[in-house]
């Protein structure tokens, strides 16, 4: 199985809003809504911040938000702020009843 | 809070088998019907997950890694695990144990070990 497809590289400066897609097939980010977002500072532990596609766990800022359309599915960060900087991953459900990430997305805050 | 910790070897030479051990405080593995899982990050790339399993030992496996790959669970201990054989330098990263948010799913790891980081060198 592939990673799902998200952009190397993003980047905004403080108070933007910033997007990032993720894309996959049928067989997992549209068949099902069983879409995640990670966010990972070097040296920790990645941190959820999106679960089932649009819903944020408890204590996850609300600048934080999920959307899907088809095969692909974004997260949108609103009114960015420094601490954001971070690389950023998707995962999915699959039809084989497994889990894909995407190969991550480094966001810079300028 | 639950909390999960890493434990195993730094190094191991390859060709021979990685075992980790994910240890779960503050909670019963067994009391609630969640999976546990075990995603890798090798240096420099992105998230890999490995396997989950479920509390009652129901098993899912990365394509990948199914045929070198074993994970398991021990109630007893309140600990899972996980074997990785005939390693190869591939097979260096960084491992983490984590635990969905939600229970009966897959996918939305919340709670995660600190991470270890594993080498294959002989």
Redo the contacts between chains.
């Keep these: 199985?592939s990673?799902l497809t998200q952009p190397a590289s993003v980047s905004g400066s403080p108070g933007q809003s910033i997007t990032i897609s993720c894309t996959g097939t049928s067989s997992d980010v549209g068949g099902y809504n069983?879409?995640?977002w990670?966010q990972?500072h070097p040296g920790k532990?990645?941190k959820?911040i999106i679960?089932?596609v649009n819903n944020r766990?408890s204590g996850v800022s609300n600048r934080f938000s999920g959307s899907k359309s088809g095969n692909t599915a974004s997260l949108t960060i609103s009114g960015l702020q420094s601490e954001d900087e971070a690389d950023y991953?998707c995962?999915?459900?699959t039809r084989?009843?497994?889990?894909?990430?995407?190969?991550?997305t480094e966001l810079t805050v300028l | 809070q639950l909390q999960l910790q890493e434990s195993g070897p730094g190094l191991v030479k390859p060709s021979e088998t990685l075992s980790l051990t994910c240890t779960v405080s503050d909670g019963s593995i067994s009391s609630s019907t969640y999976y546990w899982g075990w995603i890798r990050q090798p240096p420099g790339k992105g998230l890999e997950w490995i396997a989950s399993i479920y509390f009652s030992g129901s098993t899912h496996y990365n394509p990948s890694l199914k045929s070198r790959a074993t994970i398991s669970i021990d109630t007893s201990k309140n600990q899972f695990s996980l074997n990785l054989t005939s390693v190869t330098a591939s097979d260096t990263a960084v491992y983490y144990c984590a635990r969905p948010y939600v229970s009966v799913q897959l996918d939305g790891f919340d709670i995660w070990g600190q991470g270890i980081r594993v080498t294959v060198s002989s």
């Design positions: 199985q990673a069983y879409v995640s990670y990972h532990a990645p959820l679960y089932d766990p991953y995962s999915s459900y084989s009843s497994t889990l894909l990430f995407g190969g991550g």
